[in-house]
């Protein structure tokens, strides 16, 4: 039972503008959650995380939000530049030292 | 730089003929992890060891077996290949806050750029 949704497979957008990644989670033990991001043939990489003691935390041009009460949280990154084209995995924590990852979602930034 | 490392990144085997794949990290981390990815899916966690401690997933099939001979090196045995193990082999890890030089918490996994393994 996939524990952390990422609905939208794809994402299309305008160089410069918004892109709005979206994902929900359905462990209310998770109190820990990060996005990372991957090139084809590359690794994850770490990009920006949130602990459930907050509802936002920015690192330059990303955001991310988490809504408990609604066991969600989203990334947005402004704005939106070329090289952000990539695979965008949400993943959660319940502090056990794993990781569940949702699926995915694939952010085509057009020029 | 501090890195997480793997070798090789591209890996042809049989059907049924053992392979290892390799993971070494320079961040002295000591929990490391092994995930399979498959395409468009999320990565599914292998097992970990914390230190030397093996944490087995209990849905991990047998045909994968794991050695951490000692804190910057790990690999992943798989005995028997079968068709269905074709994918991208993701190595990770993260370390603990109470380490020197480590200030992430510990639930941040630091990821190695993968070893895709085709089965034939």
């Known amino acids: 039972d996939q524990q952390v949704k990422q609905n939208s497979p794809s994402l299309s957008v305008q160089e410069g503008r918004i892109s709005i990644l979206n994902c929900d989670y359905t462990n209310s033990m998770f109190d820990y959650f990060l996005w990372y991001k991957k090139y084809p043939a590359e690794g994850p990489t770490f990009l920006i995380s949130i602990s459930s003691i907050k509802d936002k935390n920015e690192d330059g041009r990303f955001t991310v939000f988490l809504n408990k009460s609604a066991k969600h949280l989203s990334l947005h990154i402004v704005p939106s530049q070329p090289g952000d084209s990539a695979v965008y995995f949400c993943?959660?924590?319940?502090?056990?030292?794993?990781?569940?990852f949702g699926a995915g979602t694939t952010v085509t930034v057009r020029a | 730089d501090a890195m997480v490392i793997q070798n090789p990144r591209y890996q042809v085997t049989q059907f049924g003929k053992p392979v290892t794949l390799s993971c070494s990290q320079t961040?002295?981390?000591?929990?490391m992890y092994w995930y399979q990815q498959k395409s468009s899916q999320a990565p599914k966690l292998l097992f970990h060891?914390?230190?030397?401690?093996?944490?087995n997933e209990a849905d991990t099939p047998d045909n994968f077996q794991s050695r951490r001979p000692n804190t910057s090196f790990c690999f992943l045995d798989i005995r028997s290949p079968g068709l269905g193990d074709a994918a991208m082999y993701l190595c990770?890890?993260?370390?603990?806050?109470?380490?020197?030089?480590?200030?992430?918490?510990?639930?941040?996994?630091?990821f190695g750029p993968g070893t895709r393994l085709t089965v034939l």
């Open positions: 990770a890890t993260s370390g603990n806050p109470g380490q020197e030089g480590i200030s992430e918490p510990t639930d941040t996994q630091y």
């Open positions: 961040l002295n981390h000591n929990v």
């Open positions: 060891y914390y230190d030397k401690d093996f944490n």
């Open positions: 993943a959660a924590s319940a502090g056990d030292y794993k990781l569940s």
